[in-house]
């Protein structure tokens, strides 16, 4: 995955982390279904690489359009300030989730 700001993706982690229902929960689960899906697509992980063998689909060099990702990073940090800047952010949610990612990434530095 190409280069994306550590902000950028703590931002990310609070646009999920609402304590209650906003209106913006939505647009935010569209948002984050695209961006996985090019997270499994740069891994080659199955359901999105599926995808990528219509016929259609065969001529089109994927790594050229990554500009998707991007603004899915862009639109799920913007939610995620506005999270912050309406104090509609649970902490406890945002702390296990990246406790769990240093974990996970330090497993996998160390193994």
Do not use: H, Q
């Amino acid at each position: 995955m190409p280069y994306t700001g550590t902000f950028i993706l703590l931002l990310t982690t609070i646009a999920f982390c609402s304590r209650k229902k906003d209106e913006y929960r939505p647009i935010a689960l569209f948002f984050g279904a695209i961006a996985l899906f090019f997270i499994l697509l740069w891994a080659g992980l199955p359901p999105a690489t599926w995808i990528w063998k219509l016929p259609v689909l065969k001529i089109i060099i994927f790594f050229k359009y990554n500009s998707p990702f991007y603004f899915a990073l862009a639109v799920l940090a913007a939610i995620g300030f506005e999270n912050l800047k309406k104090e509609n952010v649970a902490l406890k949610k945002v702390l296990s989730i990246l406790f769990e990612t240093v974990v996970v990434f330090g497993g996998l530095f160390f193994f």
